[in-house]
C-alpha cells in the first residue's frame, strides 16, 4: 500500500519563485542571438510588463498577509515574510540581468544598425540639444504640473507606475534650506520622442531627459542641485466584499480609484542618486530599503515595444505570418451551414480567428436567430463581437452578455463594455458573486426547417480578436444537440439559480472539475496496475494545485508516463525517486504566447482530450466559473493530439525543467531541429487550397507589450 506523503513541502516549488524563473525563460529570448534585434527588444519590454503585474499583485498580496500576520506556508513549506525575501534576491538579480542586456547587448546592437536611443541629455551634439530644448518650450513646457513640497504644500500623491522626475531645490540669492520638488513625465505625450541624427540613422531621446535637461526653467527662483527620474509601484490587488456590496458594478467602480491609494511596494530610481533625496523619497513613500530597486537605465522598459514598431527595419523583426483560412469553412456560405456538415477545430492564430467573429456577426443579423448567449472576459479595445451583440439587440434579438467586471486589469474597460451591451438592449450579467467567469462559451440558438438548433463556440482562449493574433488557443465548433443542451444549462446557471442535475458533456468549475481531472489521473493508475500503458500529457499555462499535484506524482510512482507543457509556473519537481521519475516539464516561449489547455489520457487504448479554459490552479478549479470540454469527433481528437506531439518534439523554442529546477534547452545533436509554432504556421498554410492564394506574411507590431 502506497503510504508516501505526495503533500510534502519538499516536494513543491514555490509558486512566486517559479513566476520569476519563468521571466527569466522570457529574458532569454532577449538574450539569444539567434532571433532577430528588436524581437529581442520586445523581449525585453515584455520581461519589464510581466514583472510589474507580478509586483503590483502577487508581492502585494505577500505583503498584505505579512501585514496581517498570517503565519500558515505555502504548499512549499514557506512563510509570506520568507517568500518575500526570496522574491527580493531574485527580482533584482532579474532586473540586474535585464539591463545587462539592454546595455551591454541590444543598445550596441541597435546603434550598429542605425537606431540610437539617448537615455543621457548629455550625450546629445549641439544640433540636437537645440531641438530638444524648442521641443520642451513648444510641446512640454506648457503640459508640465512641477510641485514643491514645503510646510504650506504637501507631499502629492505620486500615481501608480506614472514615471516621474524628483529634484533638490536651494534659494538662488539665500541660503534658503534645500526643498524637494517633484514632476510627473506627462503621459499624453509620446516618451519615446524622434530627434535629428545622421543620415540613415534613427534617433530617440526619452521625454525624462528632455525634461530633465530643461528643469531649471520650471523652478526658476531656485537652483536644482540634481534631478532623477523614479517610478512607483503601488497594491493593485482589488479586495471586494461582494456579499455586502449592493452593486457590484459601483463598488469595483470606487475600488479602482483606490488602486492610485494602495501601499507602495516597489521604487524603481536611476542608479546614482543623491542620498538625501532618496531618504526624502524613502520617507515619504514609506518604502522600505528591500524595496528599493536602482535603475541602470532607463526605467520602465516596456517603453521598448514602441522601438520595436519604428518603420523602416523590417530585416530586424519577424516576417509573421498570415492567419490562414480555416478549410471546413467555405467562404462562400454562412457558418451555420459549416457546423451543421462537421464539428470544427480552430487553432490560433495559425488560423483565422474571423470565424469567431463571423459567428456572432451572422447570427446578429440572421432573422432565424432568436437568442445569442456569450460569456466575455477580455476584449479588444474595437470589439467587432460586442458591435455585432448591440447590433443582435437592435434587431430584436434576445441578448444575453456575461461580462466578467472582475478580470483584472481590464475592470474599466469591462465595465464601459457592460453599460454600452446594456444600453443597446443586451441583458448583462456582471459576473457572479465570490467567483470570477472565465470560461469560454457561445450560444446561438437558431429556428430551423427541422426545429430549434443550438450552435456552440467553446474555446481555451478570451473573445479578442486583437490578442487571438499573437496568442496560441483552440476552439471547437458544433451543433451536437448534447453540448447545445449543456450551453443552455451553463447561462441558466449564470443567470439565474437553476442547476441541472446532471451534464452531457461539459465539465464544470467550481463544483465538478477537480473531481473529474482527478478521477482521469486515478483511471490512468487503474489501467496500469491492470496491465495497460498509462500516459498523459498536459498543456496549459501554470500548474500550482497541491492536489492535482500529489495525484500526479501518485500516478507516476504506479508507472503512468507523464508529460507536462507548461508555459509559465509549475510548482511540481521531476526526478524525485519513487516519486516523479516518470514526469517531464517543459515550457515553451516563443513568438506567440501559449496559451491553450489541452488534456490527453491514454485510457488503456481508447484516449480521451479534453480543452477548456482551466489551468491546473486552485484559482481555477475552486474559484472561478470554468468550462473543460470533450473533443468528441475522432479527425479532432488527432488534431488536438497532433499538437502536443509537435510541441513534445520541439527542440528550438522548447525548455526542459531539470531536478534541481532550472529549465534549459535541449541539446540537439542527433535530434531533428523543430519549432513547434513554425510547424504549425507551415501546416495550416500547406492545409489551405492554393488557388485561395495564401498570404505570404507581415510584421505586425503590437500596439502594447504582450504578457507572457
Known amino acids: 500500500m502506497d503510504k508516501k506523503d505526495y503533500k510534502n513541502p519538499i516536494y513543491y516549488d514555490n509558486r512566486e519563485l517559479s513566476w520569476i524563473k519563468f ?127 514645503d510646510a504650506s504644500r504637501p507631499f502629492p500623491l505620486i500615481r501608480n507606475k506614472t514615471l516621474n522626475i524628483a529634484a533638490l531645490l536651494s534659494g538662488k540669492q539665500t541660503n534658503k534650506e534645500i526643498m524637494f520638488a517633484t514632476v510627473q513625465v506627462p503621459g499624453v505625450l509620446s516618451r519615446l520622442v524622434p530627434i535629428p541624427g545622421e543620415e540613415n540613422t534613427t534617433c ?23 534631478a532623477y527620474p523614479y517610478r512607483i509601484m503601488r497594491n493593485a490587488d482589488l479586495t471586494i466584499d461582494e456579499d455586502e456590496a449592493s452593486d457590484l458594478l459601483k463598488e469595483i467602480q470606487n475600488k479602482l480609484k483606490m488602486r492610485q491609494w494602495g501601499e507602495v511596494i516597489r521604487l524603481e530610481i536611476e542608479d546614482g542618486v543623491d542620498k538625501k533625496l532618496l531618504k526624502f523619497l524613502k520617507t515619504e513613500l514609506r518604502v522600505a530599503d528591500d524595496d528599493i530597486f536602482k535603475i541602470a537605465g532607463p526605467i520602465d522598459l516596456t517603453v521598448m515595444m514602441k522601438v520595436f514598431g519604428v518603420n523602416g527595419y523590417d530585416h530586424l523583426r519577424y516576417k509573421q505570418p498570415v492567419p490562414q483560412r480555416v478549410p471546413e469553412i467555405n467562404e462562400d456560405e454562412d457558418i451555420f451551414t459549416a457546423i451543421r456538415r462537421q464539428d470544427i477545430f480552430l487553432h490560433h492564430p495559425y488560423e483565422t480567428f474571423e470565424p469567431v467573429v463571423d459567428f456572432i456577426r451572422q447570427a446578429a443579423n440572421d432573422p432565424d436567430v432568436l437568442a445569442i448567449k456569450q460569456t466575455l472576459y477580455r476584449v479588444s479595445g474595437n470589439s467587432p463581437i460586442i458591435s455585432s451583440l448591440e447590433q443582435a439587440a437592435e434587431n430584436g434579438k434576445q441578448v444575453t452578455v456575461l461580462v466578467e467586471l472582475k478580470a483584472r486589469f481590464d475592470e474599466e474597460h469591462n465595465i464601459v463594455w457592460a453599460q454600452k451591451l446594456e444600453k443597446a438592449g443586451c441583458h448583462v450579467i456582471y459576473g457572479l458573486v465570490g467567483l470570477k467567469t472565465h470560461s469560454k462559451i457561445a450560444l446561438v440558438v437558431r429556428r430551423e426547417e427541422d426545429g430549434i438548433r443550438r450552435y456552440v463556440h467553446l474555446g481555451t482562449g478570451n473573445y479578442n480578436d486583437s490578442t487571438a493574433k499573437l496568442y496560441t488557443d483552440c476552439g471547437i465548433f458544433t451543433c451536437k444537440e448534447s453540448i447545445g443542451e449543456d450551453a443552455t444549462a451553463v447561462f441558466n446557471m449564470l443567470s439565474g439559480y437553476s442547476e441541472p442535475s446532471s451534464w452531457n458533456e461539459l465539465i464544470l468549475a467550481p463544483y465538478w472539475l477537480r473531481d473529474k481531472f482527478l478521477y482521469l489521473i486515478d483511471r490512468e493508475i487503474k489501467n496500469v496496475k491492470e496491465g495497460h500503458d498509462g500516459h498523459i500529457i498536459a498543456k496549459m499555462n501554470s500548474l500550482c494545485d497541491q492536489g492535482i499535484i500529489a495525484a500526479l506524482y501518485k500516478a507516476s510512482a504506479a508507472g503512468v508516463k507523464i508529460d507536462l507543457i507548461v508555459r509559465g509556473i509549475c510548482c511540481l519537481k521531476v526526478g524525485i525517486p519513487q516519486v516523479s521519475e516518470n514526469i517531464t516539464v517543459r515550457s515553451i516561449v516563443g513568438n506567440f504566447l501559449e496559451h491553450s489547455r489541452i488534456f490527453y489520457f491514454e485510457n488503456a487504448g481508447n484516449y480521451e482530450v479534453y480543452m477548456g479554459s482551466a489551468d491546473w490552479m486552485p484559482r481555477n478549479l475552486d474559484k472561478r466559473v470554468e468550462i473543460v470540454f470533450p473533443v468528441l469527433e475522432d479527425d479532432l481528437k488527432e488534431k488536438a493530439l497532433h499538437i502536443l506531439k509537435v510541441e513534445l518534439e520541439d527542440t528550438v523554442k522548447a525548455r526542459v525543467m531539470d531536478t534541481d529546477g532550472t529549465y534549459a534547452k535541449l541539446d540537439k545533436r542527433g535530434k531533428a531541429v523543430v519549432n513547434s509554432q513554425e510547424v504549425f504556421c507551415m501546416e495550416a498554410k500547406d492545409a489551405v487550397p492554393k488557388e485561395n492564394g495564401a498570404d505570404r506574411g507581415r510584421v505586425f507590431v503590437p500596439a502594447e507589450p504582450l504578457e507572457q
Open 204 to 226: 530617440f531621446i526619452l521625454l525624462e531627459q528632455i525634461i530633465e535637461r530643461n528643469i531649471q526653467k520650471l523652478f526658476s527662483n531656485n537652483e536644482v542641485l540634481c
Open 23 to 149: 521571466d527569466k525563460r522570457v529574458l532569454e529570448e532577449a538574450r539569444d542571438k539567434n532571433i532577430p534585434l528588436l524581437e529581442r527588444l520586445k523581449f525585453l519590454s515584455i520581461t519589464s510588463s510581466n514583472l510589474d503585474e507580478f509586483f503590483m499583485v502577487r508581492v502585494a498580496s505577500l505583503k498584505d498577509m505579512v501585514h496581517a500576520k498570517y503565519k500558515k506556508c505555502d504548499i512549499a513549506g514557506m512563510t509570506a515574510k520568507e517568500q518575500l525575501e526570496a522574491i527580493n534576491i531574485q527580482a533584482k538579480g532579474l532586473v540586474e540581468c535585464q539591463y545587462n542586456t539592454y546595455n551591454r547587448s541590444l543598445l550596441p546592437m541597435l546603434n550598429k544598425e542605425g537606431i540610437y536611443i539617448y537615455n543621457k541629455h548629455e550625450e546629445l551634439n549641439e544640433e540636437q540639444k537645440k531641438y530638444v530644448d524648442k521641443y520642451f518650450e513648444e510641446s512640454v513646457y506648457p503640459v508640465l504640473t512641477p510641485m514643491a513640497v
